[in-house]
């Protein structure tokens, strides 16, 4: 029911007043009993977000003003400025201002030449910003082996395959609970067994979020037809899948995306995450007719309703022109759809920049992920789905919640419509990143050459324009947020302030520069990344200046005893780890299905495909470090990265921190976990 007053018990937007028993929106005054937002005042029982004022008795996320009646702990380290900071009762750990995961301990036990090595998590709330305040009790057998101090692994030099092994953390003194115990893994990698949905698809992209909610990251993977197309090429395709899979093998779902989606690395971009905060991974992607969710029943919710799931929508090119498009949100435990709307922007008319005759190369080109951008203009520290379509010229981006069954609009960015923000059209790359570029504990999204604020207003661009490929991190030390593109029609490459896209370097000509890539990767200058290209060769991200550290110009991944990240092509790992039967995917691309930070110590696991496409392999470093960093899932910018390493042209993740030898001691992360 929308309107003026009245009562709705599920879902629906109330413009004033009235009373919303579950979920729900009510824009000024009203009362939620359990979910919902209110944009100024009202009263949420439980749970809630109102977006000024306002009073949630339990729970709930103050954002500016109002008050916390119960429950409820003033942030640490986390956003001022706001007034009346206040983050939900949690029982999960921490109370800071970022929405994130409850993990496990995340135990990796790997038998090696000279014993068993042991990875842990250290939790970003167990980091005081004092090392002495945290330690780690690791058990074999239940009885103390050590108390680990400067990192989190260790090499049980008599360990054995059958040993078990546990952590506690010792926080000030007090000795938390006991992990479980992984079984010993007899080589270097986990094996997570996949069932293709059909001969023509092959294992592609994959983000990682805990679907079903036990603190362990699960596996939502992508497959791709071998028909699948660029969107400059012409083709029908076979439909995308996406399969939703847990760590530990069991194949929850599979989506059908349909046949009005054409399948390739433009199109299908995987939001993950737990968007209402339930303590499980939600996906968002865009639908149309024909699109079945993993119960294998086509959609049904919002503009789903009754559409006609047999009509072909494509056009003389292969993709679709003119029918329906949507946004759905599918849950990652049974593949169901929650949530169905429109999609925020639609195909339309020939302002894409595509020739009239096809009208669809350009308008079919998307990006996605997930940030903790403003709701209502306040950083709230939760997490909104972001979409992105158009970048070569018209370049839009959208952020939508999905809370208490809801799935709203919160801003949407428009290259053609926003005020200012005609200076972002094509200033964007085939990738999105997002980080918090100002400090105010809000996301900015960064498309490539401008930078898109936290509230869907137009913050900066270059004026570059468009780039295949981009990385976003501290590249400068001490300088914040900066951006290394390489440029299509400009050639070279720049690096710039994300901030005030302001160069550090800027190199034209030479013409398409097609790959780059940045970090901290080798002995010599750490007054800047590298930001490599085989066009430019290795400069300084800071200066400009020649140096020798080449950071390649495929993916990078955290491996090493030191704190060097090291460069990855395809499955190849450092140090000749046997990688044999696996494979790179997305072609000459040849990126892996995914890196992250998804068990074991802060360095990264490789998730590659069996070339077969019968399983995943997840392989975890047995290099024992004496670094200690939190879980890089724990780190703002790292995490909302790795949903972002699977939109288009596939770029690894980056902290907000700058991590290398002589690196400062990592920010304390401010955040709470359910
Ligand atoms: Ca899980
Ligand atoms: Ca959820
Ligand atoms: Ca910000
Ligand atoms: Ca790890």
Redesign the pocket.
């Known amino acids: 029911m929308n309107g003026t007053g009245g009562a709705i018990t599920s879902g629906g937007v109330v413009t004033s007043g009235g009373v919303v028993t579950s979920g729900g929106a009510i824009t000024s005054g009203g009362v939620t009993t359990s979910g919902g937002v209110i944009t100024s005042g009202g009263v949420i029982t439980s749970g809630g977000a109102p977006r000024t004022g306002g009073a949630p008795r339990t729970g709930g996320a103050p954002p500016s003003g109002g008050m916390v009646t119960s429950g409820g702990a003033p942030s640490e380290g986390g956003v001022t400025g706001q007034g009346g900071a206040t983050k939900p009762t949690v029982t999960g750990g921490g109370s800071g201002h970022y929405q994130m995961e409850n993990l496990d301990r995340g135990v990796v036990a790997v038998k090696v030449s000279g014993g068993v090595y042991v990875g842990w998590r250290m939790f970003g709330y167990e980091y005081t910003g004092t090392d002495s305040d945290t330690s780690y009790n690791l058990y074999k057998d239940g009885t103390k082996l050590a108390n680990v101090t400067d990192s989190t692994n260790y090499l049980d030099a008599s360990g054995t395959s059958s040993s078990k092994y546990t952590v506690t953390c010792v926080l000030k003194g007090t000795e938390g609970p006991q992990s479980t115990a992984p079984t010993v893994w007899s080589q270097q990698y986990l094996s997570i067994p996949i069932t293709s949905p059909g001969g023509s698809y092959s294992a592609n992209d994959a983000s990682p979020g805990d679907l079903d909610g036990d603190g362990k990251l699960d596996i939502v993977l992508k497959w791709d037809p071998s028909n699948s197309k660029d969107s400059a090429s012409s083709g029908t395709t076979d439909p995308c899948m996406i399969s939703g899979i847990t760590i530990t093998g069991k194949q929850l779902w599979t989506i059908n995306v349909g046949m009005n989606i054409r399948s390739g690395a433009h199109d299908t971009q995987m939001s993950v995450f737990?968007?209402?905060?339930?303590?499980?991974?939600?996906l968002a992607i865009k639908t149309a007719p024909g699109t079945k969710d993993g119960t294998g029943a086509f959609l049904k919710t919002g503009p789903a309703a009754g559409a006609d799931n047999a009509h072909d929508y494509r056009g003389p090119n292969g993709m679709a022109l003119g029918g329906p498009e949507w946004l759905t949100v599918f849950s990652g435990a049974t593949g169901a759809e929650l949530a169905t709307v429109d999609y925020p922007i639609p195909w339309g008319q020939a302002n894409w920049g595509d020739p009239s005759a096809t009208q669809a190369n350009r308008s079919h080109r998307y990006n996605g992920g997930f940030a903790w951008v403003k709701d209502g203009g306040v950083a709230t520290g939760l997490p909104s789905i972001i979409q992105q379509r158009g970048y070569y010229t018209r370049l839009t981006m959208s952020a939508y919640t999905f809370r208490g069954g809801v799935l709203a609009k919160n801003w949407v960015f428009d290259s053609s419509s926003t005020p200012g923000g005609s200076a972002a059209a094509g200033q964007g790359d085939h990738s999105c990143m997002a980080a918090d570029v100002d400090g105010d504990g809000a996301f900015e999204i960064i498309p490539g050459a401008s930078t898109i604020n936290s509230d869907g207003t137009f913050r900066c661009a270059t004026g570059i324009g468009h780039g295949d490929a981009m990385h976003v991190g501290e590249l400068v030390p001490g300088k914040g947020i900066s951006v290394y593109s390489v440029h299509e029609t400009a050639g070279g490459g720049d690096c710039h302030d994300a901030s005030t896209c302001k160069y550090y370097f800027n190199v034209t000509g030479g013409g398409d520069n097609g790959r780059g890539a940045a970090d901290y990767v080798g002995v010599g200058d750490e007054t800047g990344a590298s930001c490599s290209s085989s066009h430019t060769g290795n400069l300084n991200c800071g200066t400009g200046a020649t140096v020798t550290p080449n950071a390649g110009s495929n993916f990078l991944i955290y491996w090493n005893a030191d704190e060097w990240r090291s460069t990855l092509n395809a499955t190849s790992l450092p140090g000749g780890v046997d990688t044999s039967g696996t494979s790179g995917c997305n072609g000459t691309k040849n990126t892996p299905t995914l890196t992250a930070d998804m068990l074991g110590d802060w360095r990264e696991e490789l998730v590659a495909r069996e070339t077969s496409n019968g399983a995943l392999r997840v392989y975890t470093t047995t290099a024992v470090t004496k670094r200690r960093i939190y879980t890089l899932m724990h780190d703002p910018t790292y995490r909302a990265q790795v949903n972002f390493e699977q939109s288009s042209y596939n770029q690894p993740p980056h902290p907000g921190f700058r991590i290398s030898p002589n690196m400062d001691p990592p920010p304390v992360p401010s955040l709470f976990v359910k």
Not at 274 to 282: H, R, S
């Open positions: 737990d968007f209402d905060g339930d303590g499980k991974a939600e």
